[in-house]
């Protein structure tokens, strides 16, 4: 079974640009989930997309989008960039059952954004 | 909110001892927890997760970990270290929805 795929693995852009992150699940997984990493604070949750409806969300601004299609495929977007949304940015997918919080969530290997 | 500490960043053994990463959590309610490790250039791969079913959890790779509701605990344990274990390990604790709170991570170095 292909595990998450995340595109693209790499991207560089420039302050005040705007960037759009894909992520597909497990196939039978309908909660996808995003998460930043960054060395200074560490892993933090974004949001979860489930049955394309935004379940849950993370204290970031607005500027931090997401959507999930009806396959399950997820994006996120961030617009207007600045220095400090330079991470790796993580999507995980789970099943959701039974309110998801026991749910083991399997991640992709991660878009390295790196904004100058 | 629930939260999670990982005490110290840096964890050096040797190749063959004992590894014990440290986690405390906060939580009023009964938790689910996770421990993850990640790989360089890697995402999240999952260790083991505690979901009350039992209190010591055996995971991939030899790890396992004990919930200690008293001392709010959920340290992670390898009786032999091996230098493919060498990453960064993370413990988290689930809270609304799937949402997955991390602590900083504990980055485990093994020498031969």
């Known amino acids: 079974k292909a595990g998450v795929t995340q595109t693209p693995r790499y991207l560089i852009k420039t302050r005040g640009q705007q960037v759009t992150l894909s992520c597909s699940p497990i196939s039978g997984h309908r909660s996808v989930s995003w998460y930043q990493q960054t060395p200074g604070q560490g892993l933090q949750f974004l949001f979860e997309y489930f049955s394309e409806t935004q379940r849950n969300k993370g204290n970031f601004p607005g500027r931090f989008s997401g959507r999930q299609f009806s396959n399950s495929r997820s994006e996120m977007n961030v617009s207007t960039l600045e220095l400090g949304d330079s991470a790796l940015y993580l999507c995980?997918?789970?099943?959701?059952?039974?309110?998801?919080?026991?749910?083991?969530?399997?991640f992709g290997p991660g878009t390295r954004l790196t904004v100058l | 909110a629930q939260s999670v500490t990982q005490l110290g960043s840096h964890v050096s053994v040797s190749e063959g001892a004992l590894v014990l990463l440290r986690c405390n959590y906060s939580?009023?309610?009964?938790?689910?927890l996770f421990w993850y490790v990640q790989y360089p250039n890697q995402g999240l791969q999952l260790l083991l997760k505690?979901?009350?079913?039992?209190?010591l959890v055996k995971g991939i790779n030899g790890f396992e970990a004990e919930f200690k509701k008293s001392e709010t605990s959920f340290h992670l344990t390898k009786p032999s270290a091996h230098m493919s274990d060498a990453a960064e390990y993370f413990c988290?604790?689930?809270?609304?929805?799937?949402?997955?709170?991390f602590g900083k991570g504990t980055t485990l170095s093994v020498s031969s």
């Open positions: 939580s009023s309610v009964p938790p689910y």
């Open positions: 505690y979901t009350s079913a039992a209190t």
């Open positions: 995980a997918s789970s099943r959701r059952t039974s309110g998801g919080a026991a749910d083991t969530q399997y």
């Open positions: 988290a604790v689930s809270e609304a929805g799937t949402a997955l709170i």
